[in-house]
């Protein structure tokens, strides 16, 4: 019995020292990516997905954009085509030993090309400058400068570092500017816009302009011509004074004095623009209107009373000038600076400026009753929503786009 015993002990380890070896000699089957994730920038190009195998591997791309072009037992290599779509894409790539599968997720990101909206317009002194502009481009493009501009030059431009703008002094002693296309050769385009100018160009008169008005109590929706505009320096301080006369316009007839309806703004210069706080008093623009009592003093009046005479009292209104845009703003700025329109000729109009109350602002005048800037006052409003101001009536400075 004890013979038998110790037979079967031996029998069973025997047994199991003989399956111990057999594990120890078994080659690893199966395989492991590294990275099953991969990231492909919008232009395309290689990638190597590393891994690691034993034995032989295949591996089938799920879209035409991204081949498999060769597997090892380390490495897989991937060309992607460029992606010139707007929005991302993404495939799978499958791998198998022919007894397991894995899935590696090819994600490529959309085509980029966009100005950099601080750089858009840039706004640069008299003075030989050059300054690098970003542009947001995942492909390599081109900047074209408008025909007969000789005073300024783009070097360099790539995508990873945007373009090198150069300027020449200006000694013209006016503003100028100019148009820059930015291109793709897939022809896709945007622009930016370079001014060169100092403060002291913007000075004098500004003979060829006009103004629109919106008076809707008084029915006035129109452009106008301005019969005269000044921009001075002031004799004390860095301050500036800008005068717009509107006695030509339809306005006057209701001021107090006709003659005069000008408009008289100071402001400061920053950043190539006349800022203007909310706020001063427009002393040309007072008026006086009838303002109808009767339905008041109707309220007093008796049941005898047989006849319901008008009660009209005369309203004195003082106006202030303030900025409009999808409100009336009492605190705050706007502005006024160059601007390059589409014939070529370059005049001054509203410009957002720092203390904005919001972006699109322009001037209006409130009409308050009584002398005191209160909201609780406020009577009416007349808006001037676009100016268009030119020193020239030959329009100087025109522009070709190539």
Do not use: H
């Amino acid at each position: 019995m004890m013979n038998k015993l110790f037979m079967i002990v031996v029998s069973v380890c025997c047994l199991l020292m003989t399956a111990c070896g057999t594990e120890n000699d078994e080659t690893p089957q199966g395989f492991r990516i590294v990275d099953t994730d991969v990231d492909l920038v919008a232009g395309g190009g290689t990638v190597e997905v590393a891994l690691q195998a034993a034995g032989e591997l295949t591996a089938v791309s799920g879209a035409d954009w991204c081949r498999v072009i060769e597997v090892t037992n380390e490495k897989i290599t991937l060309l992607a085509r460029a992606n010139y779509e707007y929005v991302s894409r993404a495939t799978q790539v499958t791998v198998s030993d022919g007894s397991n599968e894995q899935k590696i997720v090819v994600t490529q990101a959309g085509n980029i090309f966009a100005p950099d909206t601080d750089q858009q317009v840039l706004r640069l002194g008299n003075a030989p400058s050059q300054i690098v502009v970003r542009v947001n481009s995942s492909f390599d493009f081109k900047v074209s400068i408008q025909k007969g501009v000789d005073w300024v030059e783009v070097p360099t431009a790539s995508k990873e570092e945007g373009f090198l703008l150069v300027l020449k002094e200006n000694k013209t002693g006016n503003p100028r500017a100019c148009q820059l296309m930015v291109s793709t050769n897939e022809g896709r385009k945007f622009f930016y816009y370079v001014y060169q100018y100092e403060a002291s160009d913007l000075l004098g008169a500004w003979r060829d302009s006009q103004i629109y008005v919106k008076w809707d109590t008084k029915k006035i929706d129109k452009a106008y011509r301005l019969s005269a505009t000044e921009v001075t320096k002031d004799a004390e301080g860095d301050g500036y004074t800008l005068k717009m006369s509107l006695a030509g316009t339809p306005v006057a007839q209701y001021l107090k004095d006709p003659s005069k309806a000008t408009i008289s703004l100071q402001a400061t210069y920053e950043d190539g623009a006349f800022v203007v706080p909310i706020g001063a008093a427009q002393k040309d623009f007072v008026l006086t209107q009838e303002v109808d009592e009767t339905a008041n003093s109707a309220m007093n009046r008796t049941a005898d009373d047989t006849a319901l005479e008008e009660d009209v009292v005369l309203q004195t209104l003082y106006g202030f000038s303030v900025a409009a845009s999808s409100n009336i703003y009492a605190k705050g700025n706007f502005g006024f600076a160059p601007v390059l329109y589409q014939d070529g000729s370059i005049g001054m109009s509203y410009q957002d400026v720092a203390g904005a109350p919001e972006s699109g602002c322009y001037f209006a005048i409130a009409l308050f009753d009584g002398q005191q800037f209160s909201t609780a006052a406020l009577k009416d409003y007349i808006l001037f929503p676009d100016i268009a101001l030119f020193k020239y009536e030959e329009k100087n400075y025109r522009c070709e786009t190539e």
